[in-house]
């Protein structure tokens, strides 16, 4: 019962205006309350009144369409509106066409170049451009501008990092001097794969610079084929993207950074990509019962809820500017770690027969000094007259023995000490006597005998 | 797909340096009792037992929270990349257990390459480098086993001090992995694993009496990981936010300064002499510093601290200066480096 009052209320968002279009037509907007319906033998005028009905006007072409149209079907052509007229697009790019004094005519000196299908193609400061799209097995992320004077279009060179590999099937929006595309595919050069690419890029016209903004936050997978089935009605500094399998869609703002979900009912018609928005009315035909004929339609968006709103890029510069931070003070960390571990570390000497040494080097021996690391080593304190014991000779004075050990035992400190930036042998009070003095190996120092292989 | 987050990117890093930490512990004590110990030569810097069981220990202890980050967290790693790194591994253990001979070795690095290229990512544009964009895919590939070999042997030619190769990965993992994450998570996790599982071999790699050394199973394990990334990074198809801060061939020269500067001025100095540029000496920058009198440790943390400088330097000033500059630059420093530090 709720979901039957649900879609009696949302059914009531739609206006059903009275004129039935016949045959193929193309949506095009003019205005910020009315838009064409082109069809191939002339041009409906529509106005949106203020209670969202289509008021319209209906005005043959004075003169046929050009030939070249006679063979694709009106909703494959491009569309878009500068201050100048309404100009239409040929697939692939190429051929151009204005609606002038009641006429489609052709405007181009140019062929149908095949190279630029699903590309993107819009007016800007009363110029025209086309930007990527598909072409001879290759996807293309250049910009080409349509020469007025010459009829044809001249390559517009770029800066920045575009998308490396193309935009195929892409999704745009044009906001004042940026172009913005996203939620496209690239094929790699020799490759039979479209990638989709999961990134937001932006053109600056002003300075023809690309900018990669960011990743998508709201990345869809769906394939190329459903992409290409998909609505993308640009929507002021938006853009309406709605695929046809899903029954919701969604509103893509990267001013904003913003995307805007709206889910539907069951019972609301299909919007295709031959549609438009004014305002937040969004301008699609529908077919009639016997689907020999379409209807235009409008859904008031405004009168719809919004499901959900999130960001639409992760901007991926200041992200990573921030983990840029994070891996400096990581860097910072385990530098200043080391560096304490290392000067509060053990350093280990080996002692052989004649000599001792560690990583830095080998540092001789006298057999004297040799007898006195012999003595030192293991121990944590030596009394001196453990070291005076060492050199007894009983043809020398006992002042001359102390001299001697004093000597050996300076020297040595000094030797040590000029090869290994520190002291060794410590001379300190006894803590037992304070008459004595005792000896000991540096705390931080280590000495083990010679280990070898 | 589970989101990388801080902390499960902390519980994986913390997991993976305490199992390479045991590991690393558990293998030397394997080793050792078994004699399988490092010789001690007249090139040596080491006079106490030693064994090259760090690799092994890393190589096992990615393996482990690997395992644990596919089953819990999704980890993905593309199975040809995973295929070529596990072979390289295996390639050093053989190495480290039966010296293969030099031939031999650099025919299996080429055949593990050419697993590796398997997985799709190849240098196939010079991203602006000489004015070249992309290039064939046959000259791409080439490229591409070139320098999936020359980072490998640099990496092996460079672990010749206590920690320096150690310190060496560290940066180039905690640098890349920011740009491989924000491009894709799936392979998010392997980062913070392959950090934990260095930092755990380091304790025993700077340990004087237990001493561990990666031997050559870490250095072809690890150099293949690093070469892969090197690939992922410029291979042109995948949009990285690293080209909004610097030129894509840059940065991998620059993440790999000093094994790349130091293997070329080796293999120049060594063919000036008209010697083999694979012959054993010591004539790498790393030695000079051990000579003038710098520590283990004091030389391998000035060479990070050093090469980590001009990394950052070059990631400020190219928004500035652009990338001829940045050359000129880091040209710049290295010839001050060289007469402040190591001449």
């Not at chain 1, 878009?80 to 004094?101: A, D, E, H, M, Q």
């Not at chain 1, 598909?134 to 501008?145: E, H, I, P």
């Not at chain 1, 021996?365 to 944590?380: A, F, H, Q, R, Y």
Request: hydrophobic fraction near 45%.
């Amino acid at each position: 019962m709720i979901k039957k009052i649900l879609i009696l209320f949302t059914l009531s968002f739609f206006s059903y205006s009275q004129n039935d279009v016949k045959g193929e037509y193309l949506i095009v907007q003019n205005d910020s309350t009315s838009f064409y319906t082109f069809t191939k033998k002339g041009a409906y005028f529509s106005k949106l009144n203020g209670s969202g009905r289509i008021i319209y006007d209906y005005v043959p072409y004075k003169n046929p369409v050009p030939k070249s149209l006679d063979r694709i079907s009106l909703n494959s052509l491009s569309a878009t509106r500068s201050s100048k007229g309404i100009y239409f697009l040929y697939p692939g790019g190429g051929i151009v066409y204005k609606y002038l004094n009641s006429s489609i005519v052709r405007i181009d000196d140019s062929f149908a170049h095949r190279n630029q299908f699903s590309g993107f193609f819009f007016s800007y400061n009363q110029e025209l451009y086309l930007l990527g799209g598909y072409g001879y097995w290759a996807t293309k992320s250049y910009l080409t501008k349509f020469n007025f004077q010459s009829g044809s279009w001249d390559r517009i060179e770029t800066y920045g990092s575009p998308p490396k590999h193309g935009i195929n099937q892409g999704s745009f929006i044009k906001d004042g001097d940026s172009v913005f595309a996203f939620d496209f595919f690239s094929k790699k050069t020799g490759s039979a794969v479209n990638e989709k690419n999961s990134s937001l890029f932006e053109l600056n016209l002003s300075t023809m610079n690309w900018n990669k903004k960011g990743m998508l936050l709201d990345f869809s997978e769906k394939g190329i084929e459903e992409k290409i089935m998909a609505a993308k009605i640009p929507k002021g500094d938006g853009l309406i993207v709605k695929y046809q399998s899903d029954d919701f869609f969604k509103v893509f703002t990267p001013k904003n950074n913003l995307v805007s979900t709206y889910k539907l009912e069951d019972k609301i018609p299909k919007f295709g990509n031959n549609a438009i928005s004014i305002g937040s009315t969004v301008v699609f035909g529908s077919n009639s019962a016997d689907k020999t004929t379409k209807k235009i339609v409008t859904i008031d968006l405004g009168k719809l809820n919004v499901d959900k709103k999130q960001q639409m890029v992760m901007d991926q510069n200041q992200m990573f500017k921030r983990y840029l931070v994070f891996v400096f003070i990581f860097l910072v960390l385990l530098t200043v770690s080391l560096f304490t571990y290392f000067k509060n570390y053990v350093t280990i000497f080996y002692v052989s027969n004649n000599a001792i040494r560690n990583e830095k080097g080998t540092l001789l021996l006298t057999k004297d000094e040799i007898s006195v690391l012999n003595i030192l080593i293991n121990k944590k304190e030596t009394e001196n007259s453990v070291l005076l014991n060492l050199f007894d000779d009983k043809t020398k004075s006992a002042d001359s023995i102390i001299k001697r050990k004093n000597k050996i035992i300076k020297d040595f400190n000094f030797k040590f000490f000029s090869f290994f930036g520190k002291e060794l042998i410590l001379k300190k009070v006894s803590k037992r006597d304070s008459r004595q003095v005792v000896y000991s190996i540096e705390n931080r120092t280590k000495l083990l005998y010679e280990e070898m292989p | 797909m589970v989101e990388i987050t801080f902390i499960n990117t902390a519980l994986f890093l913390l997991l993976s340096v305490v199992t390479s930490f045991f590991l690393n512990r558990y293998i030397y004590n394997v080793f050792s009792n078994n004699k399988i110990l490092d010789p001690i030569t007249s090139r040596s810097s080491h006079k106490s037992v030693a064994t090259r069981s760090g690799g092994l220990s890393v190589f096992l202890s990615i393996c482990i929270c690997y395992a644990i980050a596919y089953s819990t967290a999704n980890l993905v790693v593309d199975p040809y990349a995973f295929l070529g790194v596990m072979f390289m591994a295996i390639t050093g253990i053989a190495d480290d257990f039966f010296n293969v001979r030099y031939r031999e070795k650099f025919f299996l690095q080429i055949f593990a390459g050419i697993i590796i290229l398997q997985a799709g990512y190849t240098i196939d544009s010079f991203h602006g480098i000489f004015g070249i964009y992309e290039i064939p895919s046959g000259l791409a590939k080439t490229i591409t086993l070139f320098v999936f070999l020359v980072i490998v042997n640099a990496l092996n030619l460079i672990d010749g001090l206590d920690g320096l190769a150690a310190l060496i990965l560290i940066k180039f993992f905690l640098f890349v992995a920011g740009i491989v994450i924000i491009n894709s998570q799936e392979m998010g996790l392997f980062f913070p694993i392959s950090v934990g599982a260095v930092l755990g071999f380091m304790a025993h790699n700077f340990n004087s009496s237990k001493k561990v050394f990666l031997g050559d199973t870490g250095s072809l394990f690890l150099g293949s990981i690093v070469a892969f990334f090197t690939f992922y990074i410029l291979d042109s198809s995948n949009d990285l936010v690293i080209d909004s801060f610097i030129s894509r061939p840059l940065f991998c020269i620059l993440v790999l300064i000093y094994p790349l500067t130091d293997t070329l001025r080796v293999i120049l100095l060594r063919s000036f002499k008209r010697q083999s540029p694979f012959v054993a000496d010591r004539i790498h920058l790393h030695h000079r510093l051990v000579d003038k009198g710098y520590r283990h440790w004091e030389a391998s943390l000035m060479i990070f601290i050093l090469s980590t400088l001009i990394l950052i330097a070059n990631l400020f000033a190219f928004q500035f200066i652009g990338l001829f500059f940045c050359v000129v630059l880091t040209m710049g420093l290295l010839v001050l480096y060289y007469y402040l530090f190591f001449k």
